[in-house]
Nanobody, 118 residues
Framework: QVQLVESGGGLVQAGGSLTLSCAAS????????MSWFRQAPGKEREFVAG????????RYSDSAEGRFTISGDSAKSTRYLRMNNLTPEDTAVYYC???????????WGQGTQVTVSS
């Protein structure tokens, strides 16, 4: 099994930045893919950014492209989501998710709240 723990959420003003962390533990050697998702109040969960655990093949949603960046620290089994130029529309609970096969996210973190004030 793999455990994922997000951190780094909080309250920020529009135009500000935040960096979310996703720390993986357990059988991390099995992880093949890793992505960030978010869910705003009253909306469905949506893909934000992600790709291979190795860091290859990263892609971003249209809303994240150019503002968000995924990075990683393999030694710590941690992945980061740097979010710049935040807007109130980015307010959501952000989740990291991982899986052993392409397109299947078996493991999810508990989520971290990001609130952007106008």
């Amino acid at each position: 099994q793999v455990q994922l723990v997000e951190s780094g959420g909080g309250l920020v003003q529009a135009g500000g930045s935040l960096t979310l962390s996703c720390a993986a533990s357990g059988r991390t050697g099995f992880i093949y893919i890793m992505s960030w998702f978010r869910q705003a109040p009253g909306k469905e969960r949506e893909f934000v950014a992600g790709g291979l655990w190795s860091g290859h093949g990263i892609r971003y949603s249209d809303s994240a492209e150019g503002r968000f960046t995924i990075s990683g620290d393999s030694a710590k089994s941690t992945r980061y989501l740097r979010m710049n130029n935040l807007t109130p529309e980015d307010t959501a609970v952000y989740y990291c998710a991982a899986g052993r096969t392409k397109g299947v996210y078996e493991f999810w973190g508990q989520g971290t709240q990001v609130t952007v004030s106008s």
